[in-house]
């Protein structure tokens, strides 16, 4: 059974870090291209990040604040988010598919991500 976990969701001040993960299982983690994607109140979801093998794409609105990576080892995926903004918060979700083309695939149940002070 396909299952998607993100973590590390919370509130944290403008400025601040917060690190969410997501655990992988249930399928073939190392062949699959991950993506964040975020859902603010009253907006549609948007894409954040996306790695398959190479270097990660990321959205203008988080170039050089957040980092995604991936351990195919432990079958996790991560997102590290730093200078966080109020615009930044959201609904985290974690997206498995197999490939760029794909039109459907795997979805976590997403963390709350709040910045406010």
């Known amino acids: 059974q396909v299952q998607l976990v993100e973590s590390g969701g919370g509130l944290v001040q403008p400025g601040g870090s917060l690190r969410l993960s997501c655990a992988a299982a249930?399928?073939?983690?190392?062949?699959?291209?991950m993506s964040w994607y975020r859902q603010a109140p009253g907006k549609g979801r948007e894409l954040v990040a996306t790695i398959a093998e190479g270097n990660p794409n990321y959205a203008n609105s988080v170039k050089g604040r957040f980092t995604s990576s991936r351990d195919n080892v432990k079958n996790m995926f991560y997102l590290q988010m730093n200078s966080l903004k109020p615009e930044d918060t959201a609904v985290y979700y974690c997206y498995a598919r197999l490939s760029y083309s794909a039109s459907v695939g795997y979805w976590g149940q997403g963390t709350q991500v709040t910045v406010s002070s």
């Open positions: 249930g399928f073939v983690f190392s062949s699959y291209v």
